[in-house]
């Protein structure tokens, strides 16, 4: 009787998680691309977002891959890193959104279709709901980079050794001056 009780907890905890997760996979979210996030986020008093990220080797990451081997663009072993949005429903990204433009604001903040309006960027917890990342820490901001930066997945060729969080953030750090 015990053990019954526990399979019919489990099946029932299953099933919720389940339509729970599911729910989550319902939302659909597109890519608008750096350029568009860049529109509100460029100006030097508020951290220069678009420039630091225009300067930095993500916006070049998909360009550099495919300048060493063309066959590299329709590598979707590559993409996966050196690309944003690669395989995703063009149907949902913005006309203009290219996976050329390398590793872009949306690969580490998360597809924006549904935040960038002005309305729910100004409010953390709906831009949250509409699929803005936020980062709880360092710790969270370093798993997030390792999901590229990692050693053991990369393909032999290219890893330059162990990734140092400190000194590689410092390169690509956007937040807003302190007032
Ligand atoms: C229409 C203007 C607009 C667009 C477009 C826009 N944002 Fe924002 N964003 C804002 C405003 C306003 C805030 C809130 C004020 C602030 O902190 O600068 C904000 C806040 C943010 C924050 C801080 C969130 C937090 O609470 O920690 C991030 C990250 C961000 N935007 C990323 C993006 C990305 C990525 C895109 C493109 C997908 C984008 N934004 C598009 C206006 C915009
Ligand atoms: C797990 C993520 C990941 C995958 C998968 C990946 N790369 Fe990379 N790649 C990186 C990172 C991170 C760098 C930055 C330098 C480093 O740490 O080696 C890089 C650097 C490079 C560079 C050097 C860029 C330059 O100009 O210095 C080339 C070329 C490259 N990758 C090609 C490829 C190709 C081709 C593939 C597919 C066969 C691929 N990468 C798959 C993450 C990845
Ligand atoms: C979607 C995959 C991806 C994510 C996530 C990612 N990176 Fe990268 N990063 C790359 C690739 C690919 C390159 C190599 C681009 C090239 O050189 O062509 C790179 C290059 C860099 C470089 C330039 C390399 C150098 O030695 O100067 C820095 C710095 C960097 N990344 C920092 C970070 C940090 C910090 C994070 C986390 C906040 C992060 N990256 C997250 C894919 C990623
Ligand atoms: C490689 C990952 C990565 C990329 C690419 C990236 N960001 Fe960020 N961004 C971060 C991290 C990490 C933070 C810091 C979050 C924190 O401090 O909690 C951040 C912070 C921000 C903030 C908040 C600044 C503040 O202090 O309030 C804005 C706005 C923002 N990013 C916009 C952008 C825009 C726009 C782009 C593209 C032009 C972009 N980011 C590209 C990782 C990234």
């Not at 019919?8 to 979210?29: C, E, P, Q, R, W």
């Not at 008093?45 to 081997?69: C, F, R, T």
């Amino acid at each position: 009787m015990k053990k019954l009780s526990t399979i019919i907890l489990v099946l029932a905890f299953v099933v919720s998680t389940y339509g729970f997760n599911k729910k989550i996979d319902d939302k659909k979210f597109g890519y608008i691309g750096s350029a568009k996030c860049g529109m509100c986020h460029k100006k030097d008093d508020d951290g220069a977002q678009l420039k630091i990220w225009e300067a930095s080797a993500h916006a070049k990451a998909y360009k550099n891959m495919v300048a060493k081997d063309a066959a590299n663009a329709k590598n979707e072993s590559c993409l996966k890193c050196h690309a944003t949005g690669a395989g995703s429903d063009p149907k949902l990204n913005d006309a203009k959104f290219s996976i050329e433009d390398g590793v872009q604001c949306e690969a580490c903040h998360g597809a924006g279709s549904e935040y960038k309006s002005m309305k729910v960027m100004k409010d953390q917890k709906a831009s949250i709901e509409a699929g803005l990342i936020v980062f709880a820490d360092d710790k969270a901001i370093e798993t997030q980079c390792l999901t590229c930066h990692d050693n053991k997945n990369k393909p032999e060729k290219h890893v330059k050794g162990d990734f140092k969080f400190e000194e590689m953030y410092k390169k690509i750090k956007h937040n807003k001056p302190a007032k």
